[in-house]
């Protein structure tokens, strides 16, 4: 199965520490989503990527995270300092364009990356 | 821009009687509409799509929904539920047409089917 892979699936940390995580997308994806989702609630879109470009950034994005797709192929989300109210779910997501807009192409969604910080 | 109200935040229904997870959207311009489904420790699936043409949408697992343009709504269906359909529900939108990126979720539907 080639779908969307995100690593680590879970991640412990104290409150000041920096993580990171990775996400795959499927192989010829050129855009690839961050979305955050705490609990109960729905996702919530943070950026994407169009090959490396990062083309959009949501207001949530603080300047503690930051994104990267730096071959247009995996992307790393990187939040330095940790607090507690990141906690979340952090989901990635990828989809293909086909340049002309007449059909719409499904966003996949990976697994996600469960963060805990204590 | 675009906001998604999912009316119910938990949703208990018998086995095999229906269902209705009732959502409705604002926007301006024109959008595609989703709902995603979200089993226990899993990610996110897409149950079905709205882009164009006929309002009632046929999805997976037998679930269908009907859009409604004058009432701003996209409400999930399904005739007979089953133990395995308990999951979260999310209904969705995103920008239509080639601006089609971001997609906006609603805070999600609780479905919990008692036998």
């Given at each position: 199965?080639?779908?969307?892979?995100?690593?680590?699936?879970?991640k412990?940390?104290?409150?000041?520490?920096?993580?990171?995580?990775?996400?795959?997308?499927?192989?010829?994806?050129?855009?690839?989503?961050?979305?955050?989702q705490?609990?109960?609630?729905?996702?919530?879109?943070?950026?994407?990527?169009?090959n490396?470009?990062q083309?959009?950034?949501?207001?949530?994005?603080?300047?503690r995270?930051?994104a990267e797709?730096?071959?247009g192929?995996f992307?790393?989300?990187?939040?330095?300092?940790?607090?507690?109210?990141?906690?979340?779910m952090?989901?990635c997501?990828?989809?293909?364009t086909?340049?002309?807009g007449?059909?719409?192409?499904?966003?996949?969604?990976g697994?996600?990356t469960?963060?805990?910080v204590? | 821009?675009?906001?998604?109200?999912?009316?119910d935040?938990?949703?208990?229904?018998?086995?095999?009687?229906?269902?209705?997870?009732?959502?409705?959207?604002?926007?301006?311009?024109?959008?595609y509409?989703?709902?995603?489904?979200?089993?226990?420790?899993?990610?996110?699936?897409?149950?079905?799509?709205?882009?164009?043409?006929?309002?009632?949408?046929k999805?997976?697992?037998?679930?269908?929904?009907?859009?409604n343009?004058?009432?701003?709504?996209?409400?999930l269906r399904?005739p007979?539920?089953?133990i395995?359909d308990?999951?979260e529900?999310?209904?969705?939108?995103?920008?239509g047409?080639?601006?089609?990126?971001?997609?906006?979720?609603?805070?999600?539907?609780?479905?919990?089917?008692?036998?």
């Amino acid at each position: 199965d080639t779908g969307v892979s995100q690593n680590p699936r879970h991640k412990i940390t104290k409150r000041g520490q920096n993580v990171t995580f990775r996400c795959d997308p499927i192989s010829e994806h050129n855009r690839l989503y961050w979305y955050r989702q705490t609990l109960g609630q729905g996702p919530e879109f943070l950026t994407y990527f169009q090959n490396e470009a990062q083309l959009e950034k949501s207001r949530l994005l603080s300047d503690r995270f930051s994104a990267e797709r730096p071959k247009g192929s995996f992307s790393t989300l990187e939040i330095q300092r940790t607090e507690q109210g990141d906690s979340a779910m952090y989901l990635c997501a990828s989809s293909r364009t086909n340049g002309t807009g007449q059909t719409y192409n499904e966003q996949f969604f990976g697994p996600g990356t469960r963060l805990t910080v204590l | 821009a675009q906001s998604v109200t999912q009316l119910d935040s938990q949703v208990p229904v018998f086995e095999e009687a229906p269902v209705e997870l009732r959502c409705n959207y604002s926007s301006s311009v024109s959008v595609y509409l989703f709902w995603y489904v979200q089993y226990p420790n899993q990610g996110l699936q897409l149950l079905l799509k709205y882009l164009s043409g006929s309002t009632l949408v046929k999805g997976i697992n037998g679930f269908e929904a009907e859009f409604n343009k004058s009432q701003t709504s996209f409400h999930l269906r399904k005739p007979s539920v089953h133990i395995s359909d308990t999951a979260e529900y999310f209904c969705a939108v995103t920008l239509g047409g080639s601006s089609a990126s971001k997609i906006i979720f609603g805070s999600g539907t609780r479905l919990s089917i008692r036998p």
